[in-house]
Structure formats: structure tokens, C-alpha cells
């Protein structure tokens, strides 16, 4: 596909809002007199309960891409809404509520607390939000409930890994975005992170927008988007997508 920009009308319901619009996203950075353009005016739609992968060399935009609809960056010029707000009008501490009630983030490291057991570290989060999961409810989601009161310490990285999914998915957040969440680790542990964010995906409807450089992870979404020099070089429909399983890379 040539489009730079996700279907208007959605392919499941063509009355569909989209969760995030982006329209001229551009980014650049400043180091001295050297000006670094991360995003070059990107057009995207981004509907809900999809799964996205962003797809991309390092250097290619993905993560500015990701930060900026997460809240945690802001761009120089172009708009985001997000399910009709325009976020990238958001006040710091509108955007410090947006990334609170509305997004879960996993990073490619897990920043679990050492000295609480997985249960614990799910529930700092549900502490923070109106109606969230029980932590245990969340673990079992990423299959870890028999491991609940397990130390980090006590965990593969695999295992860490699906406590921070919980931990992000706990809040019931409306978008999950997940930057190389399977980047530190092997092929078979990988796998499995990735069926925890499928199943995440699939029973809480989350939206979920996934980077990653592996183009085989992206045979498993419902859309990839394809970054090179911070534009958007390609955009494909998975119409016979597949699951975690039935990945091997």
C-alpha cells in the first residue's frame, strides 16, 4: 500500500471514530546548531481495539511517534486528537491526567521495584485510578497468577516482562503502547510477552501500538506502519494476520 494514512472508514465499523487522529506530525530537536527532524509531517488514524505495530530502523521515528501519543513528549508543529480531544493542546497537568487515566506503558525494561512481589507492583498502579483491575486479575491476564507473590529477583526477564504489562494494563487503559517490549529478550521469551499483549488486546479491547524493528513480530497485528526518516513509508493491512504462536523469528 502507498496511503500514509489509516482507513477513515474502519474495516470492522465504518462509523468509527478513531482513538488518535494525527494530522502534519512534526518533531525536531535542537542540539546546538544541529536540527534533527525525528517526524516529517505524519498523517495516521488509529482506531479502537486495534493492534499496531510501528516498524522501523532506530533513527526512523517510532519512539517520537510513541512518546507523543503517550504524553510524554510534545510536538513542534501538527495536531493529535485523541478520541476528539485535541491532545496536543493539553496543559502539563491535563497531559500528567491523560498518561494517568488513559495510557499504560510498557518499556523494553521493566522498572519493577525490587523489594515488592509482582502482586505489589501491580497494585502501586491500581492505587492511582478510579476502576481498576485487581492486581490479580491483571497477572492472570498475562498468565503470571501463580507466580503473584514472586520478587523480581525471583522472575525470568520474561516474567518481569508480563508483570510490567499488568502493571500497565491494570488501570484499564484505553491505549497500551509498548516500545520494543521483547528487545531484551530471546526468541521463545519473546513469544510469550508477545501472547501476554495479544491476550491483553483481545479480552480488555485495548488499543495497542507496539514499535519494533523485527518485521516478523509484525505478522501478528491488525496494521503496520511503517516509519523511515521520520515519515511514513508504507501502511498494510494484515487481512490473514497471526497469532504470537505461530511466530518464529
Known amino acids: 500500500m502507498t496511503e ?28 546546538g546548531a544541529v536540527k534533527v527532524h525525528a517526524l516529517r509531517g505524519v498523517d495516521l488514524d488509529i482506531f479502537e481495539s486495534q493492534f499496531v505495530v510501528l516498524l522501523g530502523a532506530s533513527g526512523s521515528g517510532k519512539s517520537t511517534l510513541l512518546n507523543i501519543l503517550g504524553g510524554l513528549d510534545v510536538p513542534t508543529s501538527g495536531e493529535v486528537h485523541y478520541c476528539g480531544q485535541l491532545l496536543t493542546s493539553f496543559s ?6 491523560y498518561r494517568r487515566e488513559n495510557v499504560g506503558f510498557v518499556f523494553q525494561f521493566y522498572n519493577l521495584i525490587p523489594s515488592l512481589t509482582a502482586s505489589e507492583n501491580v497494585s502501586l498502579v491500581t492505587e492511582i485510578v478510579d476502576d481498576p483491575l485487581a492486581p490479580d486479575e491483571a497477572l492472570r491476564l498475562v498468565n503470571l497468577y501463580e507466580r503473584r507473590h514472586h520478587y523480581p529477583a525471583q522472575l525470568s526477564g520474561g516474567e518481569q516482562q ?24 530471546d526468541v ?7 501472547q501476554a499483549i495479544e491476550q491483553v488486546n483481545q479480552e480488555l479491547g485495548t488499543s495497542t501500538i507496539v514499535i519494533t524493528h523485527n518485521a516478523v513480530i509484525a ?3 491488525d496494521w503496520v506502519i511503517s516509519l523511515s526518516d521520520g515519515q511514513v513509508s508504507g501502511v498494510r493491512m494484515n487481512s490473514h494476520k497471526r497469532h504470537a504462536t505461530e511466530v518464529s523469528w
Open 4 to 31: 500514509t494514512t489509516l482507513p477513515i472508514s474502519h474495516p470492522n465499523s465504518p462509523n468509527l471514530d478513531p482513538v488518535f487522529r494525527i494530522r502534519g506530525l512534526s518533531k525536531v530537536y535542537e542540539m
Open 188 to 194: 521463545k521469551t519473546g513469544i510469550v510477552v508477545l
Open 92 to 97: 502539563d497537568a491535563a497531559l500528567t491526567r
Open 219 to 221: 505478522e501478528i497485528a
Open 162 to 185: 508480563r508483570v510490567a504489562i499488568a502493571r500497565a494494563i491494570a488501570k484499564r487503559p484505553k491505549v497500551l503502547l509498548c516500545d520494543e517490549p521483547t528487545g531484551a529478550l
